[in-house]
């Protein structure tokens, strides 16, 4: 039942867009064709200005180029795909007297080169990389929405104009590096406002870190903030790591 779920998951997910660009309109349409039998959704583009026009117009999670190529080269086309399409994969595809290019190439962006004569298999398992990298990234980007959207200032109900006053204080607090002390009774709220701040501050791909001081002894409460070393009492088996140097 569950892998009928799990199929049916994947089946539902749009295909993975690839653009192939190639002067060699018949390396292209092979490289495309190979693609297509496993479901990726192709565009083929047969010079180096097509493809840069492709680019401008549409969008694609892989584009595989050719590195030489006349008028716009695989060079360009890398740069154009990074500058319009930054959620992008580019695979360059080189012959063997310009490998150093393809080097340089991955220097500046490109996911990986192939060399030809290419094998489909290789075409295959290159592109299935690329596009797993394409997908865990929108995956991140959809978690961080969906955190934004849980823990970001718009997460947090309320009705009177003084708790909105606070909030309004908030968002111009967040982008700046101020220390800010939330104090109130118990159950208010003290840490959803804090998770807000720290969720809508540049801070926000770091760890927000969370500690009850007051449920904690003295010597346990210096153990949880600054770490310890193995040895350092008489329960300390292993090395700790801080709470300030975890959120740092």
Request: proline share 4%; charged share 25%; hydrophobic share 40%.
């Amino acid at each position: 039942m569950m892998e009928d779920q799990a199929a049916t998951a994947v089946s539902s997910a749009p295909p993975i867009r690839v653009l192939v660009v190639d002067n060699d309109k018949s390396h292209a349409q092979a490289m495309a064709e190979t693609l297509a039998r496993v479901n990726y959704d192709c565009t083929v583009a047969t010079s180096g200005p097509e493809g840069a026009r492709w680019i401008d117009q549409d969008s694609f999670d892989v584009v595989i180029t050719d590195l030489v190529m006349n008028e716009v080269d695989g060079e360009e086309i890398l740069r154009r795909a990074k500058e319009t399409l930054p959620d992008c994969e580019v695979i360059v595809v080189t012959g063997h007297a310009s490998v150093p290019k393809a080097v340089e190439a991955m220097q500046q962006g490109a996911f990986n080169f192939m060399e030809k004569p290419l094998t489909p298999d290789r075409l295959r398992a290159v592109t299935a990389k690329a596009a797993d990298a394409v997908r865990l990234k929108k995956a991140n980007v959809d978690l961080q929405q969906r955190l934004d959207e849980r823990f970001g200032f718009e997460g947090i109900i309320y009705a009177s104009d003084q708790m909105k006053a606070v909030i309004e204080r908030l968002k111009r607090l967040a982008p700046t590096d101020a220390s800010v002390l939330i104090t109130g009774e118990t159950g208010t709220g003290k840490e959803l406002i804090a998770q807000a701040l720290h969720q809508n501050s540049p801070r926000k791909k770091k760890p927000f870190v969370a500690l009850n001081c007051a449920a904690l002894s003295e010597h346990l409460l210096e153990s949880e903030l600054f770490g310890h070393v193995r040895g350092a009492y008489t329960d300390a088996q292993t090395d700790r790591v801080g709470r300030f140097e975890y959120a740092h």
